[in-house]
């Protein structure tokens, strides 16, 4: 119900009926039929003549004019030149020369038939004249005489002219309009404003007074004896050529009784038609059709009540106008808002919501791009190069995907539409479109490098958002598995579902036994014995078989299921620990995942766990890696230190993949620095690995830390470690994760072996 009380339409046809109320329409009408008769004006007929006794010029307020006496013999002059009517439309100022006035009724009866005097009516209200109250009329009772009078608009522009007769001393007055007419006009007669005014004759009555009526030039005629300066008092507003003298419009009021009567619909027709032309326009889906529709609309609108008013029915455009442009900028601002909508702000390209309501969705595959560092990039441009950052790069993807439209979703985020193809020709393009990458980007005087990475959905059926998002889950996916691509298959769409249930499956798979815990060894490398083991989650579900701890953990962290989950494996790790050290010294590293870090409870909770399995916390290592909250960085190195002061060993997990590896080193009170994978995979052939490797190994010692390796696949790395000094290793090559039943066979094993193992050292 609010939605539709804020629709353009509806605020547009509040202020229609609050224009009811206030009467503004009325300006809209106004300037309506100014407009009109402005660019649309007629001859006037030449049946007129104005016989002017002010020459055009105003006359002082206290004039007394041209006397009765003068007027009398202009009467006299201007009827022997044979005219069909004469109006004597003029001020008199009776009483002052009795012997005048006595002249000027002389010669109104010398006429009898085609003179008359005219009355005109005194403003008395707002859009209502009449004649006026007190009588001044000295002229014998048979003098005939007519009546001028208007309705008017709020600032004295003529509408109509309201009435045929009045009543006057007891006689009836026709109005100067209606005089002759065969029948009672009942209706307001409504003036011909298209009749141009200025094309009336005007003679000048001082001159017919010295020199007589040129010839030939009244005979026929109608002639008004009257003022002629647009500001005199009669003077009232003439529709497209402002101000003209009463006799003015007294003609174009004849003219307009000649029309025919008037049929006055007011504004609401218009305001009829306008609605159900709008509520049509709304149904075209084609926007040119659409465009159309309304310019006929606006044409209707504007043109209607004019050719209406030739065919003597008047409607108002007032109401309808006033929807209209009420309507028009409600309705541009709405759009206007959507359109930002639209646009991403910073770089001006169409924003993911634009791809949302993209039709051709449905029949594409949806490609992401993920630029890698994005915001490490924006920070070293300055603010106003951000949005070219992203706009080179958009041109970039667009040059190399025939042109497509590229959507921006901030932040180094990039959808695309492609046409469908395998799967093999897709990764084809989007090696070609990496391939455009290796090239640096040129921003200004900035020369930046980027990387870049995909994610695909070709799930056509699923809903336009959750395409889109998956998308870019993927290209996020590829980008922290270094991959070129990710796929969002339909395998993980089922999945989703699968994943909403998470909370359920978790306590499940710790209910049955299908998620446990396995340990990993790890050795030290001078002596090559076990000195420990990495607790790592495994989780074997019955229906979708063994799922990676990497892909769940995230999920958990997602669903807010992270902390059972962790809680619960300090508690197996620690069970274990407690177990195993009650034989021999055996230290078990333990994840913790990064959202963790900062919880408040974390010392009190992982303390209590410690106590309960007699487990001393010297021989756990709590594995962090560099990437731990940044929101509450404060708890979370207080945390540390006080799990640190409790006993326990910190371990920077992953080193070298996080975003600040060296001022985590030097913020956390760690004991051990465990180097990532990736760098100890290529040790063997990649000089550079090698010596950043050797580089964190005498770091971590300077810093009187241990280094560990972790992904150890083969000899020749571990040979190469031992060489470096790095104190122990795990992976593969040295052993699998594997239970704890097997752990402690290994053990078993290993110290018949070599007699007794080695603890690890501090
Ligand atoms: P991580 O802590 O870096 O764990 C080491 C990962 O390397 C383990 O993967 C391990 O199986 C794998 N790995 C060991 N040796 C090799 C090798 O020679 N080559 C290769 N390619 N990989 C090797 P996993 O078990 O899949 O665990 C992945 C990640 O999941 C872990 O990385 C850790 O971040 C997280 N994780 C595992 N268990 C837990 C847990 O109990 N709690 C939390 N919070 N995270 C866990
Ligand atoms: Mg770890
Ligand atoms: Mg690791």
Not at 51 to 57: A, P
Not at 61 to 85: H, M
Not at 103 to 127: C, D, M, T
Not at 615 to 641: G, Q, W, Y
Request: proline residues 5%; negative net charge; hydrophobic residues 45%.
């Amino acid at each position: 119900m609010f939605k539709y009380a804020k629709s353009p339409l509806v605020l547009a046809l509040a202020m229609v009926a609050l224009s009811v109320i206030g009467e503004f329409s009325q300006m809209l009408e106004q300037m309506y039929w100014n407009v009109w008769y402005k660019i649309h004006s007629e001859p006037a007929s030449s049946e007129y003549v104005l016989v002017s006794l002010d020459d055009g010029e105003p006359m002082a307020p206290d004039s007394v004019g041209v006397s009765t006496a003068k007027q009398a013999r202009l009467l006299d002059l201007v009827a022997k030149a044979r005219p069909k009517a004469i109006y004597i439309d003029f001020p008199q100022v009776i009483g002052r020369d009795e012997a005048g006035d006595a002249a000027l009724e002389a010669a109104l009866a010398r006429s009898k038939g085609i003179s008359a005097i005219v009355y005109r009516a005194e403003f008395e209200k707002y859009g209502f004249v009449s004649l006026p109250a007190k009588s001044d009329f000295k002229f014998a009772p048979g003098t005939p005489a007519l009546a001028s009078t208007w309705n008017v608009n709020f600032i004295s522009y003529v509408e109509s002219a309201p009435a045929y007769v009045f009543a006057r001393n007891g006689r009836p007055i026709e109005t100067v309009a209606a005089r002759g007419a065969s029948r009672q006009i009942d209706r307001a007669i409504v003036p011909n404003f298209a009749m141009n005014p200025d094309d009336i004759p005007r003679l000048s009555g001082r001159e017919i007074l010295a020199s007589g009526v040129p010839p030939g030039d009244l005979s026929g005629r109608i002639i008004f004896i009257t003022v002629t300066s647009p500001s005199a008092a009669s003077a009232m507003g003439y529709f497209g050529h402002k101000r003209q003298p009463g006799a003015i419009l007294d003609i174009a009021a004849t003219e307009g009784r000649k029309e025919g009567s008037t049929l006055r619909l007011g504004g609401i027709p218009l305001l009829l038609i306008f609605m159900v032309m709008f509520v049509i326009g709304q149904r075209y889906v084609n926007g040119r059709w659409k465009l159309l529709h309304y310019g006929v609309l606006m044409l209707i609108l504007l043109v209607l009540p004019a050719k209406f008013r030739s065919l003597g029915v008047l409607i108002n455009p007032d109401f309808a106008l006033l929807a209209a442009i009420t309507y028009l900028p409600l309705r541009f601002a709405e759009k206007w808002r959507e359109r930002i909508k639209l646009t991403n702000a910073a770089s001006g390209l169409p924003s993911i919501d634009a791809l949302a309501s993209e039709p051709q969705l449905q029949s594409h595959d949806v490609v992401a791009a993920s630029i890698s560092q994005y915001e490490q990039m924006l920070a070293t441009l300055p603010r106003e190069l951000h949005g070219e950052c992203a706009r080179q790069i958009a041109r970039r993807l667009s040059l190399g995907s025939n042109d497509s439209v590229i959507y921006d979703n901030d932040n180094g985020h990039f959808v695309w539409l492609e046409t469908s193809r395998t799967l093999e020709e897709l990764v084809d393009h989007l090696e070609g479109l990496k391939a455009l990458f290796s090239s640096p980007l040129q921003i200004e005087q900035h020369v930046l490098d980027t990387n870049i990475h995909f994610g695909l959905d070709r799930n056509w059926q699923s809903s336009p958002i959750s395409r889109i998002q998956a998308a870019l889950a993927s290209a996020s996916e590829a980008q922290g598995k270094s991959k070129l691509y990710e796929e969002f298959g339909r395998q993980r769409l089922e999945m989703s579902g699968w994943e909403l249930s998470m909370h359920a499956r978790i306590d499940e798979g710790l209910r049955t036994g299908a998620i446990w815990l396995a340990l990993q060894p790890q050795y030290e490398l001078a002596s090559h014995s076990i000195f420990g083991a990495e607790a790592l989650i495994r989780w074997n579900d019955p229906e979708r078989g063994f799922i990676p701890p990497d892909e769940f953990i995230l999920q958990a962290e997602r669903s807010g299921r992270i902390e059972d989950l962790t809680y619960w494996t300090f508690e197996r790790a620690m069970e274990m620990s407690g177990a195993l050290n009650r034989i021999m010294r055996i230290q078990i590293s333990v994840n913790l995942s990064a959202r963790m870090v900062d919880h408040p409870a974390l010392v009190r909770r992982i303390a209590a766990i410690a106590e309960r399995h007699h487990c001393d916390p010297h021989m756990i290592t709590i594995e962090v890696t560099e990437t731990f909250s940044m929101t509450n960085r404060e708890k979370a190195k207080e945390n540390l230190s006080e799990l640190r002061e409790l006993g326990f060993k910190l371990s920077i997990d992953d080193f070298g993949t996080g975003q600040a590896s060296l001022s985590y080193l030097s913020e956390i009170p760690s004991d051990e620095v465990k180097i990532d994978r990736r760098f100890i995979n290529g040790i063997v052939h990649n000089e550079r690995q090698r010596a950043i490797v050797e580089s964190v190994v005498h770091l971590s010692h300077a810093l009187g830390q241990h280094a560990v390796a972790e992904g150890v696949e083969d000899s020749a790395t571990l040979e190469i470690l031992r060489k470096m000094g790095c104190d122990y290793a795990q992976g593969y090559h040295l052993a699998m994760p594997m239970k704890f039943s097997e752990f402690v066979d290994l053990l078993a094993r290993a110290r018949t072996r070599n007699g007794d193992l080695v603890p690890k050292s501090g």
